[in-house]
């Protein structure tokens, strides 16, 4: 098992290291998808970390994307970037490390809605305070080209593979693991399960924190409206939930379905995009529980050899 | 404590209540949890500007389409996705978390469809906005007509589930599903009766809403989050209970508002619902909710 995981780990790396090259070889709009495949990566990998581990569904990680955008707007002139984004990642985990106690004694359905609902409340308090503040929208000058975003993004979306094929192998995983098959249980044979939810829920901020940055850096725009879109929360389970959350591999699927169709629908139809993304929602949860991925091992497994 | 006031609270409250009603028969018969339920307002209300502004048909009236197309549209929600589902062991063991999802998906397709169709826009329509005095307080005749319908349907609820057969049926299977079972109710039956009714009743909030307020095809969201506000103060699987969370939201918001500032709205409304959240974390059920 433990060398299967490393032939992963050994080929995702000398993908990314492939993926260096992208900038030099290829024009600006196709490293602009790359950036976006990427970014959503990063987000759907860190995601599984609380999510496809524990089955606690966060439908709020937009939060986390918002808090980081939001302090490397405040930071951006006064602050290089090299300290922005671990700021931003710094944030994220705060809020994380602050509410993720409370909320993960709230189980099943009603731990989801309470996510929505706590990223749906930051993003309000961040529109009353710039509305106090008078600020209607903050622009970045002087952001870096997007040759040098892309490198930033590869080694975020890299590293979140990273934590997460590492997170699955260890101790701690399979500790999170029995916590989402059974949570009494799991703390009845000595889990402190309090601790691990929390600790997974912090870990699985800290990306999304920085990638948040990272997104307005491309945009060069930031208002709280856009950045804490729940529209973005929706679109990282849609896209680990169709890929399969349960292994680290599946949701790299779902965002290369789902980056490839916005690209092709976005600029001309982006309600269609949405109208597929809710009914491959909707497929996949009814008749594909396991996702792409579960449902190609079980078929490449029930092949007769 | 200001009348004018109170009558905004009462307005606001059953139309919350009239929405969470709907939410909560679904989650009491099915456990299945609705966040499309604000999308079918929305449709509702749709019905009810078309109505107006195209036939010329007073809401009143659309409320005889929209009442039938929500109900239509649970049927089929119910035939085309659940009721296959729900058959499934797999699908079953997560139901909630998984029709939330189911769920999402569909708020999603009506969402983007109405905004395809009917263009992302804000609209608005003037039905029956002069002043009047009512007890003492200056409200528009609209608001009026929807507390008084909202009202007469709630109680209307509140007798249909103590008297008639069909609503105490449902009740039953709502506290004891396979006793239900057992002694002759129809399961699949119910539970398709009940997604209609639940449908139905917010298609009809739809179009109360829309006669005071402006429409787009992204407002179900917002009515979706405060329907849950009000569903987990009152019980969820509570039908009663939603009636009185519903008052008691429409109370806190419209005395919340006024003593600060309406910018503060969305902040008050998920505030409240985190907080029920967390402080009730497993007693949100009720009392005694067996886990099967």
Redesign the interface.
């Known amino acids: 098992m433990t060398g299967r995981v490393a032939r992963v780990a050994g080929f995702v790396t000398a993908a990314a290291f492939l993926a260096i090259a992208l900038p030099s070889a290829a024009n600006d709009y196709f490293v602009g998808v790359g950036f976006t495949l990427l970014v959503w990566i990063a987000l759907t990998e860190s995601w599984i970390v609380i999510s496809g581990m524990t ?1 606690y ?1 966060s ?1 709020g990680h937009v939060v986390f994307v918002g808090i980081g955008a939001y302090v490397a707007a405040t930071t951006w002139s006064m602050l290089p970037i090299w300290a922005i984004l671990p700021l931003a990642g710094l944030a994220a985990a705060v809020l994380a490390t602050l509410v993720g106690y ?2 993960l ?6 731990f ?3 996510t ?3 990223s ?2 930051v993003k ?2 961040v ?2 305070i710039e ?1 106090a503040l008078t600020v209607s929208g903050r622009v970045l000058f002087g952001a870096p080209a997007v040759g040098t975003l892309y490198l930033i993004a590869l080694g975020l979306g890299w590293a979140s593979v990273m934590i997460a094929l590492a997170v699955r192998e260890s101790r701690f995983g399979a500790g999170l693991r029995a916590i989402r098959d059974n949570e009494e249980a799991a703390e009845t044979i000595g889990i402190a399960t309090g601790r691990f939810k929390a600790a997974a829920f912090v870990l699985s901020s800290i990306i999304p924190g920085m990638t948040g940055a990272l997104m307005i850096m491309r945009s060069t725009y930031f208002t709280p409206l856009e950045i804490f879109n ?1 529209q973005t929360s ?1 679109l990282i ?2 896209m680990a ?1 169709i890929g399969g959350s349960d292994r680290p591999l599946g949701p790299l699927l779902g965002v290369a379905f789902l980056v490839l169709l916005q690209e092709a629908l976005w600029s001309n ?1 982006p ?2 995009y ?2 597929v ?6 497929a996949v ?2 008749w594909l ?1 396991g996702g792409i991925y579960g449902r190609l091992q079980h078929l490449i497994a029930a092949a007769p050899r | 404590m200001s009348t004018q006031l109170l009558i905004a609270a009462l307005v606001a409250g059953s139309v919350y209540a009239l929405i969470a009603l709907g939410l909560n028969l679904i989650y009491g018969t099915m456990r299945l ?1 609705n ?1 499309a339920h604000g999308e079918v307002v929305m449709i509702g209300a749709y019905v009810a500007y078309w109505g107006i502004s195209l036939l010329a048909v007073s809401p009143l009236v659309s409320a005889l389409a929209a009442i039938p197309l929500a109900a239509a549209l649970g049927a089929l929600i119910y035939v085309g ?1 659940f009721r ?2 729900m058959q499934s062991g ?2 079953l063991e ?1 139901i ?3 029709s ?3 769920f ?6 009506l ?3 109405t ?2 169709l009917f263009t992302p826009n804000q609209r608005g329509y003037r039905y029956q906005d002069e002043i009047v005095q009512f007890i003492g307080a200056v409200v528009p005749v609209n608001k009026l007509i929807v507390l008084a319908i909202s009202g007469a349907v709630c109680v209307g609820a509140v007798l249909f589930f103590r008297l008639s057969t069909l609503g105490l049926a449902i009740k039953a299977v709502i506290q004891q599903r396979e006793a239900a079972a057992l002694v002759g109710i129809p399961l699949e039956r119910i539970e398709l009766t009940s997604l209609c009714l639940g449908f139905a009743v917010a298609g009809l909030a739809g179009v109360l809403v829309s006669m005071t307020e402006e429409i787009s095809p992204f407002m179900g ?1 917002p009515l979706t ?1 405060t329907a ?1 506000v009000v569903v ?1 103060l009152g019980g969820l699987g509570n039908v009663l209970g939603s009636l009185i969370g519903g008052l008691l939201l429409g109370v806190l918001e419209t005395f919340g508002v006024a003593l600060t500032a309406p ?2 709205r ?2 008050m409304i ?2 409240v ?2 907080a029920v ?2 402080l009730r ?2 007693g ?1 059920l009720g009392a005694a909710r067996a886990r099967t």
């Open positions: 089955g569904i439908l409370p909320c004694r709230v189980r099943g359905p009603y989801v809605i309470l929505f609902g706590l749906e409340l309000y308090i529109i009353n509305s729940p929706v389970v849609t939930v139809l309600q269609l949405m109208i993304v809710g009914a491959l929602l909707v949860v009814v529980p | 949890l966040v996705v296959k589902a797999e699908f997560r909630e978390g998984n939330l999802l189911v999402f998906g569909i708020s999603v397709i969402q983007n469809v905004s395809l969201f989050v849950f987990i910018s503060y969305s902040i998920y505030a619902f985190i959240l967390l974390p497993q949100l």
